[in-house]
Structures are given as structure tokens and as C-alpha cells.
């Protein structure tokens, strides 16, 4: 009974700044608002800011490369290295170059689309999940760093990110299946969307049999499988090391975060080590006492979900709670458990930004902050990453606002996770 006052009292306080009536009303017609009018700054940033080239080119040249059937990842190089993205970044690009001949203007317009198409699933998420007041939709189109990292810079993180944004809309919705195959798709086009998949097991484990489950992920493995072919066949071994490289160090100079680390340190695998335990250290405790709060912690959890299962039959025979999870516990889990590997991430380049940014308001309005400190947050976070090049006090400030969002929604009540209240 106290876990559902705590969480009426939580959702009372957004429920609180509508006035009575407008709860699905204005926040839709808001976004339906923002939507207009960031389509028109999207036109205007096109026609009137000027283009700045940092990868394009060198994507054009590795497309270029893989048009003319080359399949050896060692050999698929650009102006800034050599190939490191899955093949579903070659696919999605060779596209992009058919559609506008390579040219930018054109594709600075796609994605302009793109970066509507993107905003509307993630004011769609918002909007389902009913966490923040109707006003604070607004946040989510106040990025400069963001606009300029779709529409003046053409990074194919813009893909990534939309593409994991469909796959949670779907997976909002228990599309489980689908949402895995979009999910997949988007790791295949950068890899940093593995950062939401201890979240993403963790929702399945709990809403689907471990024969949904085994099949799910079978179908997501089949995804990158069938992407690779072309590549796998000829040079398995330079595919996997080139694509999947886990253990790259970036460069100290373009690094947002950790820049008050001396570069020697910066660049050690004793501070990759470290942050590696780190991250999945808090993902754990995370899991324990917030995301499995509800079935009293994370080992509890494994021993009711498998406590009966004597055989491999009985095993994947076995059933998950009957309730589906809730919209807002699948989105808060799924932003949550990305933004841990945000803050225990060795090193984040501007581009990088598009990873977070979309999930901040909702972060800021799970902790209990007053409103005035969460747009403060907000906009600490967004000066940390409009700072070029980032110095020692920028990097030093952004690492403290992310933690101190972390620990706001650490002291926060956590939700309840099923749609049903007593299952």
C-alpha cells in the first residue's frame, strides 16, 4: 500500500501543473506544436547556417569503396580512418549517396526529415508515458548542439538513435519482437546502442517466457548476420575486429567528458578497466534495489523466474508475471540504464550528445529537484557540450551534472513497473 501512495504522490505532482481535464489533450497538442515549429527552425538552420564537413567525406569514400565491391573491412578506409560501423551503416549511407548523389545540400534535407521523424517518436514516448508537465515537452527541441549534429553535421548516430527510438515505441507498445529487430537494426549502424541492452534484457526477462526471450535475441543476432553476409563470408575475422571493436581509444584533444584527465591516463587500460567495473557495478545495484524493487531484488528475481526449471524443457517452459510492464517503466528503465553507461563512459565526442540528450527531461523529472534546479540541470548539461573545445572546468561540470542527476534519480521512488497492481 505505501509503494502505491509513493507513486501516486510522484505522478500527482505532473498531474498537478494540468489543468483538469487537458491530461492527454494538451501535451498532444503541444507536441503536435513543437513539431511544426521545429520543422521550420530545422529549414531555416539548413537555408542560413553554414555546413561544416568533419565526416561526410569520409563516409562518401568508404561507401564509395563498398559500391565498388570491396568487402575486406581492413581495406574500406576514409579522410578520418579506417572503417569501424557495422555493415547497416554502409547500407544506410550507400542510400543516402544514391538518393542525393552525394551532395550535401540534399542531404542536409533528408535529415531534416530525419530529425522530425526522430523528435516525433520521442515526443510520442513522452507523451504515453505522462512524466513530465505538458510545458516541459519543449525541452526536448532546445538543443543547439543536437540540431547541429543532424542537420550541419549529417553523423550517422542521427540513424542510430532514431532507429533505438523506434524500437522503444514498439517495445512501449509489447511489440517485443519487432522492437528487437529495429533494435538490431540500429546497433548495426553504431554501436553505442548496446548501451541500452542490460535494460532491454532485463525488461525481457520480466515480461516474456525465456522462450520469448531465446527467440527474440535469435532474431536480433539473425539481423546482424544477415547485414554482414557480404562481409562475413570473404573476411570474417577483419569484419568482426574492424565493426565490433570494443577497445578503441579515442583521441584525448575531442573528448567532452574526463578532459581534466591527464591524456596519459586518459588513454590506459587501467582507467578503461576501471570504468568498465564501474558501469556494470551501478548497473547492478541499479537492477537490485530500483529496477526489481518490486519483485525484491535482482537475485529473488532469478530464483522465481528459473526455481522450478529441473530440465532444458522446463526451462524455456517457464512463464513470466502475467501483467504487462508499464509504458513508464519500460521507458525509465531503457533511459536509465543508457545513461549509467553515459557516466561511466571513458570518452564522449559532440557527436555523441545525440545518445542522451533526448532522454534528459524525463531523467531530471524522475528525481525530486525542484523544477527551477531540473532547468538548470538541463541547461548545464547543454552549455558542457556547446563549449568548443571542452576544458578542464566544462568537462569537470559535466561530469558532476551527471552524477548529480544520477543520485536524484538514485533518492527517487521508483516506479511501479506493471500496469496492473496486484498480479
Excluded at 61 to 81: C, N, P
Excluded at 252 to 277: D, G, Q, R, T, Y
Aim: net charge positive; proline share 5%.
Amino acid at each position: 500500500m505505501a509503494r502505491v501512495e509513493k507513486r501516486a504522490a510522484s505522478t500527482a505532482t505532473v498531474a498537478a501543473e494540468r489543468p483538469a481535464g487537458s491530461l492527454n489533450r494538451r501535451p498532444l497538442y503541444f507536441a503536435a506544436f513543437l513539431l511544426l515549429a521545429d520543422a521550420a527552425l530545422v529549414a531555416l538552420i539548413i537555408a542560413f547556417v553554414l555546413y561544416t564537413k568533419i565526416d561526410w567525406d569520409a563516409y562518401m569514400s568508404q561507401v564509395d569503396a563498398f559500391l565498388e565491391g570491396e568487402r575486406d573491412y581492413t581495406k574500406i578506409e576514409g579522410d578520418t580512418g579506417p572503417l569501424v560501423y557495422p555493415a547497416g551503416f554502409l547500407y544506410v549511407y550507400s542510400s543516402i549517396r544514391f538518393i542525393t548523389g552525394g551532395q550535401v545540400f540534399p542531404a542536409q534535407i533528408l535529415f531534416g526529415i530525419l530529425y522530425i521523424v526522430n523528435l516525433s517518436l520521442v515526443l510520442l514516448l513522452y507523451v504515453k508515458t505522462e512524466v513530465l508537465p505538458w510545458w516541459a515537452l519543449g525541452l526536448l527541441c532546445l538543443s543547439k548542439r543536437v540540431h547541429s549534429i543532424f542537420v550541419l553535421r549529417l553523423f550517422n548516430d542521427c540513424f542510430a538513435m532514431t532507429l533505438l527510438h523506434a524500437a522503444m515505441v514498439l517495445i512501449m507498445y509489447h511489440k517485443w519482437f519487432l522492437g528487437l529487430i529495429v533494435f538490431s537494426g540500429a546497433v548495426s549502424i553504431k554501436m553505442n546502442v548496446l548501451l541500452f541492452a542490460p535494460s532491454l534484457l532485463l525488461l525481457m526477462l520480466k515480461t516474456m517466457s525465456i522462450k520469448g526471450v531465446f527467440f527474440a535475441l535469435l532474431g536480433a543476432a539473425a539481423v546482424q548476420v544477415l547485414l554482414g553476409l557480404p562481409f562475413l563470408l570473404p573476411h570474417p575475422v577483419e569484419y568482426i575486429s574492424r565493426a565490433f571493436n570494443l577497445g578503441r581509444v579515442f583521441i584525448h584533444f575531442w573528448s567532452v567528458n574526463f578532459k581534466f584527465v591527464p591524456e596519459k591516463l586518459f588513454v590506459s587500460k587501467e582507467l578503461a578497466v576501471a570504468l568498465l567495473i564501474l558501469h556494470l557495478t551501478t548497473l547492478m545495484v541499479f537492477a537490485h534495489y530500483k529496477w526489481l524493487k518490486h519483485e525484491e531484488g535482482l537475485f529473488d528475481f532469478l530464483h522465481l523466474r528459473f526455481k522450478d526449471a529441473t530440465s532444458i524443457q522446463q526451462l524455456i517452459s517457464c512463464k513470466p508475471r502475467p501483467s504487462p510492464l508499464s509504458k513508464e517503466h519500460i521507458v525509465t528503465v531503457m533511459f536509465v540504464g543508457n545513461f549509467i553507461g553515459i557516466v561511466c563512459a571513458r570518452s564522449l565526442h559532440y557527436q555523441f550528445y545525440s545518445w542522451y540528450f533526448y532522454s534528459l527531461p524525463l531523467l531530471l523529472w524522475k528525481t525530486h529537484f525542484p523544477t527551477p534546479l531540473r532547468i538548470i540541470f538541463f541547461l548545464g548539461v547543454e552549455l558542457c557540450w556547446n563549449i568548443y573545445p571542452s576544458t578542464t572546468y566544462s568537462s569537470l561540470l559535466l561530469l558532476f551534472l551527471h552524477i548529480s542527476i544520477l543520485f536524484g534519480i538514485w533518492y527517487s521512488p521508483t516506479e511501479y513497473p506493471y500496469i496492473n497492481k496486484r498480479t
